[in-house]
T-cell receptor, first 113, second 115 residues
């Protein structure tokens, strides 16, 4: 079964601190993995996208890593800001045909002053 | 802003009613996908349209149907609403059919509440 599991489910950190969110998947055959940021009640916004051959990608203070062998990805947030408070969703796509995407349930991050 | 808009923002319906949700994609994006996101869950794929034809469907019953129009707008129709249909409905557009690498641009969503 194609699944995407994220951990932790929720996280509270102090402003300025770093954090790392995890994503494990069993989706096959693998096409690409995306990390999205979703503010409460809003649509997801893409942060990074990685294919099989890419093992790291950065977008400002966000750095995603991918280990396609172990089927694990992480999203590292550096020097967190209050505006980073949101849900972070890992999305894995399968190869072939129309977009076959599996979403994780997300990690809810709260950054406090 | 992603350039994808949805209407209405919020909607309240009662069981058994029908609802139509609307999405306006980015110009030039021929593919639109619809997702259902229950509270505290990740989005679940409903279906995808490419050039006005449905070309993929998730595990949703036939009372969920859609339309895509040449002007890059689309609709999600849900008949015989059930309480469990209460969710945030997201549309996402992308510029290609299979779009395996192509990014999906999400709209802000429509919050549907079924009483």
């Amino acid at each position: 079964k194609n699944q995407v599991e994220q951990s932790p489910q929720s996280l509270i950190i102090l402003e300025g601190k770093n954090c790392t969110l995890q994503c494990n998947y069993t989706v096959s055959p693998f096409s690409n993995l995306r990390w999205y940021k979703q503010d409460t009640g809003r649509g997801p916004v893409s942060l990074t996208i990685m294919t099989f051959s890419e093992n790291t990608k950065s977008n400002g203070r966000y750095t995603a890593t991918l280990d396609a062998d172990t089927k694990q990805s992480s999203l590292h947030i550096t020097a967190s800001q209050l505006s980073d408070s949101a849900s972070y969703i890992c999305v894995v796509s399968r190869s072939g045909g129309y977009q076959k995407v599996t979403f994780g349930i997300g990690t809810k991050l709260q950054v406090i002053p | 802003e992603t350039g994808v808009t949805q209407s209405p923002t919020h909607l309240i319906k009662t069981r058994g009613q029908q609802v139509t949700l609307r999405c306006s994609s980015q110009s030039g994006h021929n593919t639109v996908s619809w997702y259902q996101q229950a509270l505290g869950q990740g989005p679940q794929f409903i279906f995808q349209y490419y050039r006005e034809e449905e070309n993929g469907r998730g595990n949703f019953p036939p009372r969920f149907s859609g339309l895509q129009f040449p002007n890059y707008s689309s609709e999600l129709n849900v008949n015989a609403l059930e309480l469990d249909d209460s969710a945030l409905y997201l549309c996402a557009s992308s510029p290609a059919a299979s779009g395996e690498y192509n990014e999906q641009f999400f709209g802000p969503g429509t919050r549907l509440t079924v009483l």
